[in-house]
């Protein structure tokens, strides 16, 4: 867990901060940044798989300036968060950072995959921020996935990778 700074005017304007955290998967019904290829013409939705959150890497490519969507095709992909956390609105913000964690998503078409900061209020200017990643079929049913460290997993996944 980690314990990011909290700054603002009152603990109204924290709680929105956090409301605006809490509520940043709602964004979740656009198409993202396509990490195949030919990128053009797109993909129908069906095909391929959405990919939302603080990413740093997908399957080794620094995409980290290409925004927090993408779309995938099927497949075992190796993603990697970002470090950095920055969550603001304009009467306060949250900051903080995180070790990278490496997620295998074993992804599926017209799936999305979430990575997700929720953040939560202690009292005063301190919050709780935790990492939470899952597989969101598409009934609306979620599957959470798990960070890995195991090298083995993660060269198999990389060996599977579609081209």
């Known amino acids: 867990m980690l ?10 304007a924290f709680a929105s901060a956090v409301a605006t955290v809490a509520l940043g998967c709602i964004h979740h019904q656009t198409g993202g940044y ?19 959150g ?13 925004g927090r969507s993408f779309e995938l095709l099927p497949g075992c992909h190796v993603v990697v968060t970002q470090k950095q956390m920055l969550e603001f609105d304009n009467a306060a913000s ?13 992804m599926k078409a017209a799936h999305t995959y979430v990575i997700e900061r929720p953040t939560t209020g202690i009292g005063g200017a301190r919050a709780i921020t935790w990492i939470e990643a899952y597989d ?9 996935v798990g960070a890995t460290n195991n090298e083995r997993a993660i060269d198999d996944c990389r060996a599977s990778r579609p081209e």
Do not use: C, H, M
């Not at 314990?3 to 109204?12: D, M, Y």
């Not at 950072?97 to 295998?104: G, H």
């Not at 969101?136 to 959470?144: N, Q, Y």
């Open 3 to 12: 314990n990011p700074q909290v700054t603002g005017k009152s603990a109204t």
């Open 34 to 52: 396509p990490l195949y290829e030919p990128a053009s013409p797109r993909r129908p939705t069906a095909d391929v798989a959405r990919l939302f």
């Open 54 to 66: 603080p990413i740093a890497s997908v399957d080794g490519r620094d995409v980290s300036g290409l």
């Open 94 to 106: 949250v900051s903080g950072q995180f070790p990278p964690r490496t997620y295998l998503f074993w």
């Open 136 to 144: 969101a079929a598409p009934s609306g049913r979620r599957f959470p």
